[in-house]
């Protein structure tokens, strides 16, 4: 027996349907766009960290400086290390529990730009034993943005205390009392193998899961689409 189509449900349930579709099909080319995005960014850090090393940039263009387009140059500066304003941050290293070496490096000019320069065994940097760097030298490393947020467990800095666990540089430097310090960092390179701090730790990673969230969200919005064609077609034959 026939029956008249539900009109007003239909109506509901095609408005339902519509949204998602274009909700779920608008996600994934969001992130289609993403996916294109980041593998440009790869690409572009991946230029920077071969490249010749240019000076690291002074007071004129710190103003300017950003993660897109200045994270992970290769850098180099002369000066000298500050060794008795250095900083110990602690890390989980592949070497075990370790900090990181940040050392203040005054260029000439009377700038400070902060140095990591490198990781050390947490037992053999709270005994000192660790290199340090005195009279005139270059470093060449990758430039490095300030971090406000540390690694996963870290604590919050405690700059009263000079406790630092995490390189917010604005912090160090600003407790340090530095006039003019780069709102950058760099990470050294690696130097002799069997000296501690062991520069070139930099992890240049990043994650791109956009192509899978993107395909998913193509694929709920292909599951909307089946269950409202399911439904308009139980409506149109019981008719």
Partial sequence: MSRTVRWPRLIVVTLIAAIGIMGFTGLGIWQIQRLHWKLDLIERVDSRIHAEPVPAPGPEAWPAINAADDEYTRVTLTGRFLNDEEVMIYTPSNYGPADWVLTPFERDDGTIVMVNRGVVPLERAQSGDISR???????????????????????????????WYRRDIGSITVTKGFASAAPYFVDAERGASDVWPRGGETVVSFRNSHLSYALTWFALGVLVLSGYALILRQELRSR
Avoid: H
């Fill in 133 to 163: 760097i005195e009279g005139e030298t270059t470093v060449t490393g990758l430039l490095r943005m300030s971090e406000d947020k540390g690694w996963l467990f870290s604590r919050a800095n405690n700059p009263d205390e000079q406790l």
